[in-house]
């Protein structure tokens, strides 16, 4: 429980930490946030449970791992902020039970990756990786056998969200035939076309591009049995989880010339740090393609990752939104202009919202505005009043069971 509920804008405080793009910083500067800490690097356990105590919002990138422990440690943290697409680092269940909604940015990496997927494409088609390979050890090895231009080819696309229907675009620009599968109808762009089933899907293409969340469903969807599927001579490409392919089947596929070629990534263990080695038994063939997690590391990502989620950031610390979050209830507002917003974050419990308008009511006060969401566990509920009040409302509402976190905009 926080000590102390009302916070200006000066005095909150924001800890950037894995050199998160100065755009993030900017942004909060930009609009009246002037207590804002950045570490180039992710700190280890220790130092981040540090760091988080007196934290009012934390962003971090993909090494900082927020365990429901750290996150206890954190009683003054209003918001955590993930400057990437996936929010895995975080967990999200803990955090929602301490009234800490979780900010991601699932759109402003799509164009960086989508690119990475058909550069690998057309390297894979045209047989570089293992030409290259060959070239570094002297090796002259001039030939067409095996190399393919991509147009007429079909691409497989595997997750048809922000990412797979970019890629979608910039595959039909090129004149491929686009197939995707998605467990969620989606609307097709271009001439694109549904596959009823991933069977379908693998059968019938030359590349398979993976784009999908990480989650039970989709841990090691690519096996043995969907590799087998697979058309001989076609590739393989994974920018989405580490988890969604089974490596040792990859392997397997490869080293029997059934899949002529991949390109990874991301990894199921990947190094906390560029100091740390990197190994996989992929590493053995020349014909495949691995990257570290730079699918969306390219500086015009990064600086617009950086003001998509310092504005959800911004935006929830102003007004109470949470319109974004991974792990929240949504609530959309508008600015408090002429009015005091008191936010009520509280166990989904018979009688809470009750015993908080009585706060309000039994003194007369009059409610200009009230937002209420819920969740099967949590409970939401944003309170406009036209008169100005002290800290002893929020003391009140500090004691009603069941309360997780109060808060009170100026």
Request: glycine share 8%; aromatic share 6%.
């Amino acid at each position: 429980m926080e000590k102390k509920y009302s916070l200006r804008k000066d005095k909150i405080r924001v800890v950037l930490l894995e050199g998160i793009h100065h755009s993030a910083h900017d942004f909060f500067v930009a609009n009246g946030y002037t207590n804002i800490e950045t570490y180039s690097g992710a700190p280890d356990e220790r130092d981040l449970r540090e760091i988080i105590k007196d934290t009012n919002i934390i962003g971090i990138r993909s090494r900082s791992n927020l365990t429901g422990d750290i996150l206890n440690n954190g009683s003054r943290l209003l918001a955590v902020g993930c400057f990437s697409i996936g929010t895995n680092q975080v967990d999200e269940k803990a955090a929602r039970l301490l009234g800490i909604p979780v900010f991601n940015a699932p759109f402003s990496n799509t164009r960086s990756v989508a690119e990475l997927v058909i550069a690998e494409a057309i390297m894979l088609l045209r047989n570089i990786p293992l030409k290259n390979a060959a070239a570094h050890k002297g090796r002259w090895l001039k030939s067409a056998s095996n190399c393919f231009e991509v147009r007429d080819k079909n691409i497989g696309i595997i997750g048809y969200g922000h990412i797979g229907s970019q890629v979608s675009i910039l595959a039909e620009a090129l004149g491929m035939n686009v197939y995707y599968y998605d467990i969620v109808k989606k609307l097709s762009l271009g001439k694109a076309v549904a596959c009823s089933s991933l069977e379908e899907l693998l059968s019938q293409t030359h590349i398979v591009t993976l784009h999908v969340p990480e989650t039970p469903l989709t841990r090691k969807m690519i096996g043995e049995k969907e590799l087998a599927l697979m058309r001989r001579g076609a590739c393989l490409i994974n920018a989405s989880r580490g988890s969604v392919v089974d490596i040792p089947s990859l392997t397997d596929s490869l080293k029997s010339e059934h899949i002529s070629g991949a390109a990874l990534d991301v990894f199921p263990e990947e190094p906390s740090s560029n100091s740390d080695p990197f190994i996989s038994e992929l590493q053995q063939f020349e014909n495949v393609i691995l990257s570290p997690h730079v699918g969306g590391s390219t500086m015009e990502a990064q600086e617009n990752i950086g003001t998509e989620v310092a504005e959800k950031l911004v935006k929830y610390s102003d007004t109470g939104a949470t319109i974004g979050a991974t792990n929240f209830v949504q609530i959309s507002l508008q600015p408090n202009n002429n009015v005091q917003r008191f936010l009520h974050i509280h166990k989904n419990e018979p009688g809470v919202l009750k015993e908080v308008n009585y706060i309000f009511t039994s003194k007369g006060i009059n409610i200009a505005g009230e937002y209420l969401q819920t969740d099967p566990e949590i409970g939401y509920v944003i309170i406009d009043t036209e008169s100005h009040l002290g800290s002893g409302v929020l003391e009140e509402l500090k004691a009603i069971k069941g309360t997780i976190k109060v808060r009170m905009l100026y």
